[in-house]
């Protein structure tokens, strides 16, 4: 019995030994001074020390203490690894590029808010056609709100003539509203073909020439399709041929960066053409399906005009066919707009026209007065400032936003 008392008491005290041991070492872990950072020896070059958990793989701990300090001395403080030590980089995160609107929801979208800018002209039309009785001077308000959305004399009195022919022969059980609506379709003319022509012939890409004023929003245009073609899965290639203003490059990189769409360019002030030239030998060489180009239109005068335009068509010809010439137009120019419409129409072959800001007036009359005036489709309507905010110009659809 009393030698398992001293079993016991010994194996206390071996126990109570062994604690106190394991806590001061605690202790002094606990109260372990910081480690210093290295005195910089380099005259202000040392690099600041990052934090443990910051440190890379390859990195090693509690050895920093100044005397790793390379003999010459001279530059930043590095470790010397004993061994080959690789340094793993995080991957550079590639851009996220945006994802461009799908063609169903575009359409719901923009057709609302073609509505919302334009339904006022089928309104208002409606409301006197749907008076008790047709006067002149009812006639006489259709043909004012007419020409006010900028639907042009002649089409005005075409529409007008027609009317009262209709509703004269039908007689009074005739629903105004289909007979308006038809009218109003064959003045927007629904034969015209309106397919934007972006392939091109032999393996060769499709090349697209995007013309017009300052301002009456190109770029902002040749970005836009690039997004709808993007969507559609097709290759692009952007050629910012408007090296008359710097800001317009920039802004069409922006665009082409956006989507992953590369932009061709040249310095501040280079010749057009040879930029041009340039994004369809890019083109062609990546075997992209479309290339985009993006035109100054400084209007100074015709001959300047016609000089630049023409060679820069002229000189991408020599490697592949233009398919599409677009005229980008402004419609809240109103009258000033389709000035400008029939110079470049003279000096380029426009095969469609892309009429912008149609959210921000009522004036969509305009599509049937330059359709008139040129003898080409409108073939792209701009309905806002959004990435996204274009859509195909369809006849019916059109009159059925005007008609609200
Ligand atoms: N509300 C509205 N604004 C538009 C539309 N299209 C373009 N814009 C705006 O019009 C302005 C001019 O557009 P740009 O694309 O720079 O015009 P541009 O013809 O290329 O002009 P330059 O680069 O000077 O040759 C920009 O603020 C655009 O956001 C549209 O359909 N609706």
């Known amino acids: 019995m009393g030698e398992w008392l001293y079993l016991v008491i010994g194996i206390g005290v071996l126990a109570v030994v062994a604690i106190v041991g394991l806590v001061a070492t605690a202790g002094r872990r606990r109260g372990a001074p910081p480690v210093e950072a290295p005195e910089d020896r380099a005259g202000g070059l040392l ?38 030590v690789t340094i793993e980089e995080p991957p550079t995160p590639a851009p996220e590029l945006d994802r461009p609107e799908g063609t169903q929801s575009r359409l719901v979208r923009l057709r609302q808010r073609l509505s919302r800018s334009q339904g006022g002209l089928g309104r ?27 639907i042009g004399v002649a089409p005005t009195q075409q529409l007008v003539d027609n009317l009262r022919t209709r509703l004269r022969v039908e007689g009074g059980a005739t629903d105004v509203r289909a007979v308006l609506r038809e009218e109003l379709v064959t003045l927007v003319d629904p034969t015209m073909d309106r397919t934007l022509k972006v392939s091109g012939a032999d393996g060769k890409p499709g090349v697209v020439l995007v013309v017009g004023v300052n301002g009456a929003g190109k770029t902002t245009t040749v970005g836009k399709i690039s997004r709808i073609l993007v969507a559609q899965d097709r290759s692009v290639v952007l050629g910012a041929a408007d090296t008359f203003r710097a800001a317009a490059v920039e802004q069409l990189a922006t665009w082409g960066e956006r ?19 340039e994004a369809v030998k890019q083109g062609i060489a990546d075997c992209v399906d479309t290339v985009l180009v993006d035109t100054a239109g400084r209007l100074q005068n015709k001959a300047g005009l016609m ?18 010439v677009l005229l980008v137009l402004d419609a809240t120019t ?10 470049f129409s003279e000096v380029v072959d426009v095969t469609g026209i892309v009429l912008t800001k149609l959210d921000g007036s009522a004036k969509g009359g305009i599509v049937v007065a330059v359709q008139r005036e040129l003898g ?29």
């Open 259 to 277: 989507v992953g769409v590369p932009v061709v360019r040249g310095p501040e002030g280079s010749d057009p053409a040879s930029v041009g030239f």
């Open 307 to 324: 000089d630049e335009l023409g060679k820069v068509k002229r000189v991408i010809e020599k490697q592949a066919e233009v398919t599409e």
């Open 334 to 343: 109103g009258q000033n707009g389709m000035v400008q419409a029939r110079v």
């Open 47 to 84: 690099a600041p020390e990052r934090p443990v958990d910051e440190r890379r793989p390859g990195d090693r701990d509690g050895d920093r203490d100044g005397e790793d300090v390379p003999a010459g001395g001279t530059g930043t403080l590095t470790e010397v690894p004993e061994g080959p």
């Open 376 to 404: 080409v489709p409108v073939k792209l309507v701009g309905l806002g400032e959004g990435p996204d905010d274009l859509a195909p110009f369809d006849a019916g659809a059109f009159v059925d936003a005007l008609l609200g």
């Open 124 to 150: 208002g039309l409606l409301a006197i056609l749907s008076r008790d009785r047709l006067d002149e001077d009812a006639w006489e308000d259709i043909e004012d709100t007419l020409l006010t959305a900028d």
